[in-house]
């Protein structure tokens, strides 16, 4: 069946630090892929979507690139921020019913 | 819009006790989620409803749980009888639902999620 791997967290970095979270995914057919965030105390919100390979999305300094070949969507920022500390679910949707499957989320904590 | 709304925020119950948990979705979204989350298992898809009609229950853990959709506008989540173990923050969200083999690039919105302890 379809499944989402992420790296496991926590990944804690310094202010303006290169992100990278690891995110592999197994899925039947062309499915969409998705980041989503979670801030603390709160619901999942969209970070960025992509829907077909070699789309890459984008929003709020922060990248993923739908790689087919390697069945990746792994997600970067240049220079992250205090701000930016949550936790990031990979997440993908696929298959005739559109069931959107997510990773198990990597907290990202961000330190002065 | 108002984005999904979920009712109560927070809950906290006796073990044996009937929990409901609402969910409004986003106006014309036709797709709707319930998910658990907790520390231990992360982000569990429980059900999934298409166009009101329960399309995958395969994550509903047990009989003490169910959901109804009765119309386009309302669902609930109910566990009956509530135990400790089922203390989590449960999260509705809504998307709309592309048609089979049309795409699959709609996003799903989620609720601020309801706390649910049980003592």
């Known amino acids: 069946g379809n499944s989402v791997t992420q790296m496991e967290g926590p990944v804690t970095l310094s202010e303006e630090a290169f992100l990278t979270i690891n995110c592999t995914y197994t899925a039947t057919g062309y499915p969409s892929l998705f980041w989503y965030v979670q801030y603390p105390g709160e619901g999942l919100q969209l970070l960025l979507k992509?829907?077909?390979?070699?789309d890459k999305g984008s929003n709020k300094g922060f990248e993923a690139t739908y790689r087919k070949e390697t069945t990746s969507f792994h997600l970067e920022k240049g220079s992250v921020q205090v701000s930016d500390s949550a936790v990031y679910f990979c997440a993908l949707r696929s298959g005739g019913y559109n069931k959107l499957i997510f990773g198990a989320g990597t907290r990202l904590a961000v330190h002065p | 819009d108002a984005g999904v709304i979920q009712s109560p925020r927070h809950e906290v119950t006796e073990m044996g006790q009937e929990v409901t948990l609402r969910c409004k979705p986003i106006?014309?979204?036709?797709?709707l989620f319930w998910y658990r989350q907790t520390m231990m298992r992360g982000l569990e898809l429980l059900i999934y409803f298409n166009n009101n009609v329960p399309i995958d229950d395969s994550g509903m853990p047990e009989d003490r749980f169910s959901a109804k959709m009765p119309n386009a506008s309302f669902s609930t989540l109910k566990i009956q009888p509530s135990e400790p173990r089922d203390s989590a923050v449960y999260f509705c969200a809504s998307s709309l639902a592309a048609t089979r083999g049309l795409g699959v690039n709609t996003e799903a919105f989620f609720g601020q999620g309801t706390r649910l302890t049980v003592v």
């Open positions: 992509a829907t077909k390979a070699d």
């Open positions: 106006s014309g979204h036709n797709s």
